[in-house]
C-alpha cells in the first residue's frame, strides 16, 4: 500500500480533528511528525509539519471528505 500526503498540518491537533473525520467516513489515515519536533523546529524551520496521509486508493474520497470538513458554508 502506497501512502500519499493529503495535508500537512503545523499541529497534531489539527492533523488529529481531519483523521478522525476521516476515519468516521472509512478512511485509514496516518499520521507522521509530532509536537516536541514542531516545537524545536519553530527556530530552525526545517520542519515538514505533520502530515496526514491516506492510501493512494483512498485518496480522491480523502481530499473530497476533506473538502466538505472544511467547507464554512454549512
Do not use: P, W
Not at 500537512?8 to 485509514?28: D, H, P, Q
Not at 496516518?30 to 520542519?47: C, P, R
Amino acid at each position: 500500500m502506497e501512502l500519499m500526503t493529503l495535508r500537512i498540518f503545523n499541529t497534531e491537533v489539527e492533523a488529529e480533528l481531519l483523521k478522525a473525520y476521516l476515519e468516521t467516513n472509512g478512511i485509514e489515515t496516518f499520521v507522521f511528525g509530532n509536537i516536541l519536533a514542531n516545537t524545536y523546529n519553530l527556530f530552525n524551520n526545517t520542519s515538514g509539519g505533520v502530515q496526514l496521509k491516506v492510501s493512494e486508493n483512498d485518496f480522491g474520497k480523502a481530499n473530497q471528505l476533506m473538502n466538505e470538513f472544511y467547507n464554512t458554508d454549512n
